[in-house]
């Protein structure tokens, strides 16, 4: 019938309130846009909360029986009314198409040191690309790896050792669900009933995907997860209109800078923006506009964490998001010496693990799991004499994290980076040029240097 998108949502709701209802709804994309939106979707469709409680079926998509879930939408309900089957996480649309979106979800949860939710994504990945439950993922080949997920084998994928993968449906149950489906789709449906299937990723080419697109509605809230500039983009817009939209809905307006402050703090975390944004109105009371002060006073993510996302971002060598987290910084207040203050920290540090890195006794070695590392290396370094250094007194993971970013420069150029702030500070002090520009040149030059030494 209809695919619609993020911002087709009100008009989706609508055609459901005029009694134009599909029989099925497939919602995919970012997760919690998912969850808000199959919400709306189900309040409209059972309007009465009473009736919500009896004609409401829940099932988990990880549990699902699929045959069984196909068997409620072909009966009858017991109680009058329309009656709603809406399956949370369902994996009837997985293919290697959509493997790749689940490893850089897993990636992205085990460096953030989530590591339960990066063995439940991994599992997801490993039941779409159909491996056997006695082939280990590290032990596959380039060949095979392509072969079964449908992109290039990483070079980093030791982290996987430290993640515990759940076991998962077999490839051929999730197939063999597709397939009952489809079948189901092809007959009659009850009048009153109404399928809501909720995924995080699809494979559009299935064809189950373009049977729902023929007979039922489909809603694309997928939100493109990348760097790149357009990818940004997509993500602030997102989490402002949730910010916007929260606010609104509480009676409050967000005022000058207040949306770009929010969103320095938050970064893409959809859960975040909206509860954030909950605690922000709350604060101000019987205040109507929400301004940059409240921000810093309520916002639990302080200054001082926004500064750890610039020093993180530069240390990833991400030059987009570094220069994007300056701009932000500066526009909420924070002086430029500041910056430098924590760049120049953040510099000392990379440099310190760099070198360590360069000893032959204990020896690093780029792609170590981080058992290997912490028991091993992390051990042996200790009984050193740079173990009393205050930059080894973290969390060992954090410290894991700390040797792989250094990986990312090379020893002259940290040692030319410190020697270039102390020029920008100098700028700042004396030059007159404004700040911002003396800081986009001093991290253009530090990215541009490291190229040349990787060249």
Request: some cysteine.
């Amino acid at each position: 019938m209809t695919i619609y998108q993020r911002q087709d949502k009100d008009k989706l709701l609508s055609e459901i309130k005029k009694g134009h209802v599909s029989p099925v709804y497939l919602i995919f994309g970012e997760r919690y846009l998912c969850r808000e939106v199959a919400n709306n979707l189900i309040c409209q469709l059972l309007p009465d909360e009473k009736e919500r409680r009896m004609n409401l079926k829940k099932i988990d998509g990880d549990q699902e029986d699929v045959a069984r879930t196909m068997g409620h939408l072909q009966t009858y309900s017991l109680f009058a009314g329309r009656q709603v089957i809406r399956v949370m996480d369902s994996r009837i649309f997985f293919s290697k198409a959509v493997a790749k979106t689940f490893w850089d979800k897993a990636k992205k949860e085990a460096g953030d040191g989530n590591t339960e939710k990066a063995g439940l994504y991994l599992q997801k990945m490993i039941n779409a690309g159909g491996l056997d439950a006695d082939e280990n993922l590290l032990d596959l080949s380039a060949s095979q790896w392509k072969k079964l997920f449908g992109f290039n084998r990483p070079s980093d994928i030791a982290w996987c050792k430290d993640v515990a993968v759940p076991p998962g449906a077999t490839r051929e149950k999730e197939t063999a669900g597709a397939e009952l489906v489809l079948q189901v789709l092809d007959k009659d449906i009850p009048p009153g009933n109404v399928l809501v299937l909720i995924a995080e990723a699809v494979d559009k080419r299935k064809k189950l995907f373009k049977k729902l697109d023929e007979k039922g509605s489909i809603i694309d809230l997928s939100v493109d997860s990348g760097a790149t500039a357009a990818a940004k983009k997509g993500q602030d817009g997102v989490i402002r209109d949730l910010i916007v939209k929260t606010l609104t809905d509480m009676g409050k307006k967000p005022g000058p800078r207040v949306i770009d402050s929010l969103i320095a703090r938050v970064g893409f975390h959809p859960v975040a923006a909206v509860r954030e944004s909950e605690k922000l109105a709350l604060y101000v009371g019987d205040e109507q506009i929400v301004t940059t002060q409240d921000v810093d006073a309520i916002i639990g993510r302080t200054r001082e964490d926004a500064i750890y996302e610039l020093n993180d971002a530069v240390a990833g060598a991400d030059l987009a998001r570094s220069l994007e987290l300056v701009q932000r910084l500066q526009d909420s207040g924070l002086h430029s010496l500041a910056l430098v203050a924590s760049l120049r920290n953040l510099l000392r540090k990379l440099l310190f693990f760099r070198s360590l890195q360069e000893r032959t006794s204990p020896a690093y070695h780029s792609g170590l799991s981080f058992g290997v590392f912490q028991k091993g290396y992390l051990a042996e370094l200790k009984k050193t004499s740079h173990g009393n250094s205050p930059f080894l007194s973290g969390h060992p993971f954090v410290l894991y994290k700390n040797f792989q970013q250094a990986e990312n420069f090379a020893l002259p150029t940290l040692q030319k980076a410190l020697s270039r702030l102390l020029d920008a500070e100098y700028q700042m002090k004396g030059s007159g040029l404004p700040p911002k520009i003396i800081l986009e040149n001093f991290l253009f030059s530090l990215f541009v240097v490291q190229r040349g030494a990787e060249g």
